[in-house]
């Protein structure tokens, strides 16, 4: 099969190479190269560094509203398009060019968290369990029918980063079963996407990271985990910012004001939330690096006592 792959991040590199392991992926479209890091250089994304190594042709088209961006997908013949975490939008004028238009890998059991963070959305919700669907496209966001799917379930201290690097080994797997179907001439069966609970994973907003200690510590808990390694909680302790990398809640009553300081010691250092307490294990200072928070209390060389969180 003529295959020309869609994607951008780190988490679509899985499925590129499941792509093009048993077809002619005859050539690759990525986000044009962007600043990035902290000396903010041009980068090239990390789909477009697998394509080149693999010998694969990159196009980096801004959009595809122009009909050259369109001619040229179209000259390219494909069967397949599939698209992972590209970042653009896809006209319906595009996705009726291939053969049997176009797959997306999306990180979710659809229709619960369509749209763009649903990795990181699943977690801040508590969700127990997610998984990945190989969804047909179509002009809605997320909303075409899915042809496979597989489920996982969402370990108690896991992050963000960590569910990202399962999903994204789960997702290629997904697609190479799908692929390995169209190749042996059994297309998947296209199953409507039901219409009760649908959910939205907005994107992820810097904003959004600070904790809330009226709260319960359950919520502040998943948000950590989530926001981790991107943006990272983060609060005002013992008057200075914190970023917050790994937090537990305790179900513990208290009569305190939400965001007193109970405790502070070897284990970690606890705040009095909305309902419950959050205990903080791993912390950053501005500048630093993660530390745990014994690390920190030592640093700090402060005795143990009550203090106010801001």
């Not at 653009?88 to 797959?103: A, D, F």
């Not at 912390?283 to 640093?299: F, P, V, W």
Request: charged share 25%.
């Amino acid at each position: 099969m003529r295959i020309i792959f869609a994607g951008t991040p780190d988490f679509a590199v899985p499925s590129l190479r499941a792509a093009a392991a048993r077809n002619e992926v005859v050539a690759v479209y990525t986000q044009p190269d962007r600043p990035a890091g902290r000396g903010r250089g041009v980068t090239a994304s990390p789909v477009k560094l697998e394509a080149v190594q693999r010998g694969i042709p990159v196009l980096q088209p801004e959009n595809f509203k122009d009909a050259l961006s369109k001619d040229a997908l179209r000259a390219l013949k494909p069967d397949l398009l599939v698209v992972v975490a590209y970042g653009l939008i896809l006209p319906q004028s595009v996705l009726g060019i291939p053969t049997h238009g176009c797959w997306n890998v999306h990180a979710s059991l659809l229709p619960r968290w369509r749209g763009a963070a649903p990795i990181q959305r699943a977690i801040q919700a508590g969700d127990s369990h997610t998984g990945v669907c190989l969804m047909q496209m179509e002009k809605g966001l997320d909303t075409g029918p899915v042809l496979l799917s597989q489920s996982l379930d969402i370990c108690a201290d896991e992050t963000g980063g960590k569910l990202h690097d399962r999903l994204a080994a789960l997702g290629a797997q997904v697609l190479s079963d799908g692929l390995g179907l169209l190749r042996a001439g059994f297309k998947p069966i296209a199953k409507p996407q039901p219409a009760a609970g649908v959910t939205y994973a907005h994107k992820l907003d810097k904003a959004e990271a600070r904790l809330d200690w009226a709260q319960p510590a359950r919520v502040l808990a998943d948000k950590v985990r989530a926001f981790n390694p991107w943006p990272v909680a983060e609060a005002r302790l013992l008057d200075e910012r914190l970023r917050i990398h790994g937090a537990v809640a305790l179900d513990e009553p208290h009569a305190a004001t939400p965001g007193e300081i109970l405790r502070m010691g070897r284990e970690g250092i606890d705040v009095a939330c909305g309902e419950g307490v959050l205990r903080i294990r791993v912390l950053q200072r501005e500048g630093g690096k993660a530390i745990t928070s014994a690390d920190y209390l030592n640093a700090r060389r402060t005795p143990a006592g009550r203090s106010e969180a801001g």
